[in-house]
């Protein structure tokens, strides 16, 4: 038996028991589901730096979803949110690196 304690996506359980093996899974708290969410955004971002794959990077972005829904949120908000900022300090486009500032 090989012990876990990480958010997982909700078809697991059945993918696991599909293939022949059994689980033990729990539904969690709303504090415990943010805190493991806010883990699994490092993980995922942390096996993106690694690999550099696009599907990393999509479940980067599923879990930044969830993250968005569980604060109360709306990818709408995070959206809208997003689009002014660069509105008013740009993208990343210009590829500028700062590298110094003077008083």
């Given at each position: 038996m090989k012990s876990y304690h990480k958010l997982v996506?909700?078809?697991?359980p059945e993918i696991?028991?599909?293939s022949g093996k059994t689980c033990i899974w729990e539904t969690l708290s709303?504090?415990?589901y943010l805190q493991l969410l806010d883990e699994k955004l490092n993980e995922e971002l942390a096996e993106y730096q690694e690999s550099k794959s696009l599907e990393e990077l999509a479940d980067l972005l599923e879990v930044m979803g969830a993250v968005?829904?569980?604060?109360?949120w709306t990818w709408?908000?995070?959206?809208?949110l997003r689009k002014e900022k660069r509105r008013q300090r740009g993208g990343f486009a210009k590829k500028i690196l700062l590298?110094?500032?003077s008083e």
């Open positions: 996506r909700d078809h697991i696991i028991e599909a709303d504090e415990a968005v829904a569980a604060r109360g709408d908000e995070l959206t809208a590298k110094e500032v």
